[in-house]
């Protein structure tokens, strides 16, 4: 066998490269990992929307109005129902995360039990505002 000449390969040639997606399977904890930092920029988008709403309402009834009849459509409500969903799913994933900082939740019962609540509980709280909103 021949042996390869280390010296003459680059420091990319020579590392180890991540086995990345190729050997580790998707996970519920990983999903929600990402899903996580997906809620948080939509969230950040969804500031937008909220800073539309209190500027038009500072703005007189002409624009509140405008952004009450977009809100009010069925894209504007899927919009906002979808907000609403990442606010309850990143906040859950934060408790999620602080609860980890606090060395619980660790092991492997734990783990799965808080990724799943965060995934359940962000869609109860979610249909629960909006159940609440809707009747009320």
């Not at 929600?32 to 038009?56: E, K, N």
């Not at 906040?91 to 606090?102: P, Y």
Request: glycine residues 10%; without cysteine; aromatic residues 14%.
């Amino acid at each position: 066998m021949a042996k390869t000449d280390t010296r003459a390969l680059s420091l990319e040639d020579r590392r180890p490269l991540s086995p990345h997606l190729m050997i580790y399977r998707p996970m519920l904890t990983m999903m929600m990992s990402i899903v996580h930092r997906i809620t948080g920029a939509a969230l950040y988008f969804g500031t937008l929307l909220l800073a539309w709403y209190l500027i038009a309402l500072a703005a007189g009834p002409a624009p509140f109005a405008t952004v009450s009849w977009v809100y009010g459509s069925l894209l504007g409500e899927l919009v906002l129902f979808g907000f609403t969903w990442a606010l309850f799913h990143h906040l859950l994933g934060g408790v999620r995360h602080f609860i980890w900082d606090l060395g619980y939740g660790m092991d492997h019962p734990a783990r799965e039990f808080l990724a799943q609540g965060t995934l359940v509980g962000g869609l109860l709280l979610t249909v629960l505002v909006w159940v609440v909103a809707w009747f009320a």
